[in-house]
Every structure is written in C-alpha cells, then in structure tokens.
C-alpha cells in the first residue's frame, strides 16, 4: 500500500493534534517522561516529568507548508519550550520526516517577527534549534 495518501480536509487541529501526538511519540523513543495536557484552550501540550524532580513544559506549534509560524499566545517562562514541526508540504507522506525545532521559550521574543501583522517564526531564524532534543532531556 502506497503511504501517501491525500487527505479531503485541511484542519489546523487536525495537523495541531496530530503533532502533539507525534512529538509525544519522539520523546518517549528517547526515554523521557511525558504526557500529554488536555483541553480546548491549553497553554501547555505537554509535561515532562524530569528525572531530578523538574517538570519542563511544551507547547507544540506546526505548520503543513512553510511560510511562517504563529507565536501569538506563546508565554516565554523558565523551563517552558516550544516545539515547532514543519511538514514542509508532505503533511500527508507518511515517509516523509518533518523537521523538528524546539526552542527554549526565554528565546522566543528574539526570534519572532511582525509578518502579516502576527507575530511569527520564520524558517530562517530557526536553524540552530533543528533537532535540539537534548533541551528536553533531563
């Protein structure tokens, strides 16, 4: 069976969902701790339980093309992290991996910009957080 199969609908839940769960997914392949946060209107996707006691939080953003990411709602605080997956237009292709950026929240107001008058994320600025999972093991 072919694994790209064409999905009818486009629902930023759809693909929102679908990134906490795979994120969620990652982490426990690395052996961390995590669960998910449940809710219509959560601050935080996900909570790692650190071995020293410490709880790290996630918020999980993603994007199936790739022109920027919003950051609207994003509170920058101490051991909270975003967790951005691009799907760079292959959303559906089941072979293909999205990339992965996870930024620490205290960083984010350095690297957002004003773009269609939302604060956002631009792919560009985001090169030295590609698959920095080591911020999430602890």
């Not at 759809?14 to 690395?30: A, C």
């Not at 339980?49 to 101490?78: C, H, M, Q, W």
Request: proline share 3%; charged share 25%.
């Amino acid at each position: 069976m072919d694994a790209v199969i064409k999905a009818d609908r486009k629902s930023s839940q759809e693909s929102g969902t679908g990134s906490e769960f795979l994120i969620l997914s990652n982490l426990y392949r690395l052996g961390v701790n995590a669960f998910l946060s449940f809710g219509n209107t959560k601050q935080v996707d996900i909570i790692i339980k650190a071995k020293n006691g410490l709880a790290l939080t996630v918020d999980v953003k993603s994007v199936r093309d790739y022109s920027s990411i919003p950051v609207t709602n994003v509170r920058p605080r101490e051991n909270h992290y975003i967790v951005v997956v691009v799907y760079n237009k292959k959303f559906s292709d089941l072979t293909v991996i999205p990339d992965y950026f996870i930024i620490p929240s205290l960083q984010i107001d350095d690297l957002q910009e004003i773009y269609k008058s939302e604060k956002r994320l631009l792919k560009g600025k985001l090169a030295d957080f590609k698959n920095q999972w080591h911020y999430l093991m602890c």
